[in-house]
């Protein structure tokens, strides 16, 4: 069951930030990201991206994407059972 929660910023604070609802959501998904605070593919949901267009943003930012060793591990798990290594 998905559901949506809605909460306001004052008119006066998005103009003082100088960004439109879009740019102040994007915003707020790479700072979630960034702390820890999202995962990648739910921050990327909240800024309203693609996939593609969310790891250039990171990128772009200097923004780390969280891959620790236990994801690495996984991965090449993964790649041996395909055949890939």
Same mark, same amino acid.
């Given at each position: !069951? +998905? +559901?949506?929660?809605? *909460?306001?910023?004052?008119?006066?604070?998005? =103009? %003082?930030?100088? !960004?439109?609802? /879009?740019?102040?959501?994007?915003?707020?998904?790479? =700072?979630? *990201? /960034?702390? $820890? &605070?999202?995962? *990648? $593919? &739910?921050?990327?949901?909240?800024?309203? !991206?693609?996939?593609?267009?969310? #790891? #250039?943003?990171?990128?772009?930012? $200097?923004? %780390?994407? =969280?891959?620790?060793?236990?994801?690495?591990? #996984?991965?090449?798990?993964?790649? &041996?059972?395909? $055949?890939?290594?």
């Amino acid at each position: !069951m +998905s +559901s949506t929660v809605t *909460f306001e910023i004052p008119r006066e604070v998005l =103009h %003082a930030t100088r !960004m439109s609802e /879009d740019e102040l959501r994007r915003e707020l998904a790479l =700072h979630l *990201f /960034d702390e $820890g &605070k999202l995962s *990648f $593919g &739910k921050a990327r949901e909240l800024a309203g !991206m693609s996939v593609w267009d969310f #790891q #250039q943003l990171l990128g772009h930012r $200097g923004i %780390a994407v =969280h891959y620790d060793v236990d994801a690495y591990e #996984q991965d090449r798990q993964t790649l &041996k059972r395909l $055949g890939r290594i």
